[in-house]
């Protein structure tokens, strides 16, 4: 069974910084795409950051630009997303999801962790 | 404002048809593949559809989907009251670089 455990979420103040992760297990890590998606307190679903299976290929929102890091330990079958500079914004659930966007889909999901931006 | 546009809700009857519209541009829908997500109240996104019109197994045929130049549309055949969810379709976007989301479109089954 396909499991993604997300851990790192909480209360930062702004300007801070957070490291997020992603463990995953249940299929080889290092086949698929990665993707984290956002959903901020009562709004829709969108799209962070995805990262290809060998971790060299990196695309980020605007949103996060600059900011925001994802990155891979193949040998750890883990995700990561640094995020830095952290704005009241920013505020929301973070997905971590197995796939890309694209044809394939971001087929199997986290349960989420809770990113809160406030002082 | 979303790169893909659907309508905010839409409702039917139970055992009624609904379809849900996404309109986007010819960097995104146009030119890349289409999947739809549903999020239940309170649940986690759900792949419905990927790649157009293909559903991944488990996914229950009364769901449907298909694409024409820069709009893609998911139908929903003989609603049930537990289908009533949020659902979003998302595309990569060739000129942003970026994967994109439409705003969502609350499903009511009356």
């Known amino acids: 069974e396909v499991q993604l455990l997300e851990s790192g979420g909480g209360l930062v103040q702004p300007g801070g910084s957070l490291r997020l992760s992603c463990a995953a297990s249940g299929f080889t890590f290092s086949t698929y795409a990665m993707t984290w998606v956002r959903q901020a307190p009562g709004k829709g679903l969108e799209w962070v950051s995805s990262?290809?299976?060998?971790?060299?290929?990196?695309y980020h929102a605007d949103s996060g630009k600059g900011r925001f890091t994802i990155s891979r330990d193949n040998s750890m079958d883990t995700l990561y997303l640094q995020m830095n500079s952290l704005r009241a914004q920013d505020t929301a659930v973070y997905y971590c999801?197995?796939?890309?966007?694209?044809?394939?889909?971001?087929?199997?999901w986290g349960q989420g962790t809770l990113v809160t931006v406030s002082s | 404002q979303s790169v893909l546009t659907q309508p905010p809700s839409v409702s039917a009857a139970p055992g009624q048809r609904v379809t849900i519209s996404c309109s986007g541009s010819?960097?995104?829908?146009?030119?890349?593949?289409v999947s739809w997500y549903q999020q239940l109240p309170g649940r986690v996104p759900k792949l419905l559809i990927y790649d157009n019109n293909k559903r991944p197994s488990g996914i229950p045929d009364r769901f449907s989907a298909s694409k024409s130049g820069a709009s893609a549309t998911l139908g929903i055949t003989g609603l049930q009251t537990g289908d009533e969810a949020d659902y979003y379709c998302?595309?990569?976007?060739?000129?942003?670089?970026?994967?994109?989301f439409g705003g969502g479109t609350k499903l009511t089954v009356l």
């Open positions: 010819a960097s995104n829908i146009g030119s890349r593949s």
């Open positions: 990262v290809g299976r060998s971790g060299v290929d990196t």
């Open positions: 998302g595309a990569w976007d060739n000129s942003l670089g970026a994967g994109v």
């Open positions: 999801v197995k796939g890309g966007i694209g044809e394939a889909g971001l087929d199997t």
